[in-house]
């Protein structure tokens, strides 16, 4: 899976960049807020990334921020929400808005956005009014940086290696956090193992 993007912006559009690495070029779908910090065509760039796999295609969706990504793979947990609609729902209002919407239950303001009606909307409240990432990690403009606070990189690895044996996110998080508190291992594979027996 790819995780992160290094190099050449080739093309860039409100919902679309070409990246070139290693004489590749890679298309990959992206929300407004991560267009408006693109810098100019020829440029080097790098992007968080989303991979997400069917039978008939594989799909690349890029943020320029790891916070936007962990928004964005919150929204597709959604039962009825998929990559492109939760694209649009992330373009629909800046990062720091749309949690504070979900948050606080604002479904009208959900509802602004163009294919957000009001059952998706009640949905999205539903399903993540608790889920989303801390305030200190939404802030627009906010370099790469932790989707969780105060993890470090063993943490994030055993995160990932959770996530690819099919954990889901949310289950794989909780996991690690009680690893932790239980007093978590430095070395990565004795780790990863304990978070693993704690996965529900």
């Not at 200190?136 to 943490?155: K, L, M, T």
């Not at 099919?166 to 956090?177: D, I, M, P, T």
Request: with cysteine; hydrophobic share 45%.
């Amino acid at each position: 899976m790819i995780g992160h993007l290094r190099g050449t912006l080739l093309e860039k559009r409100p919902n679309e960049v070409v990246i070139e690495a290693g004489g590749v070029g890679y298309e990959i779908q992206i929300p407004i807020s991560t267009f408006t910090a693109l810098p100019e065509e020829g440029k080097n760039v790098a992007l968080r990334i989303h991979t997400h796999v069917r039978e008939d295609a594989l799909a690349l969706f890029g943020f320029f921020t790891i916070q936007e990504r962990a928004v964005f793979e919150r929204l597709i947990s959604v039962s009825g929400i998929g990559p492109k609609l939760a694209i649009t729902v992330l373009s629909g209002l800046a990062t720091a808005d749309l949690v504070a919407a979900i948050r606080t239950g604002d479904v009208a303001k959900l509802v602004r956005i163009p294919g957000v009606g009001k059952k998706t909307a009640e949905r999205i409240v539903l399903e993540l009014k608790d889920k989303l990432p801390g305030d200190e990690a939404i802030s627009q403009g906010a370099p790469v940086n932790d989707a969780v606070s105060g993890w470090n990189s063993v943490d994030r690895d055993v995160l990932s290696a959770l996530q690819n044996l099919g954990c889901s996110r949310a289950a794989a998080e909780e996991a690690v956090r009680k690893t932790k508190q239980k007093g978590a291992p430095d070395e990565f594979e004795a780790f990863f193992r304990t978070a693993l027996a704690a996965v529900r």
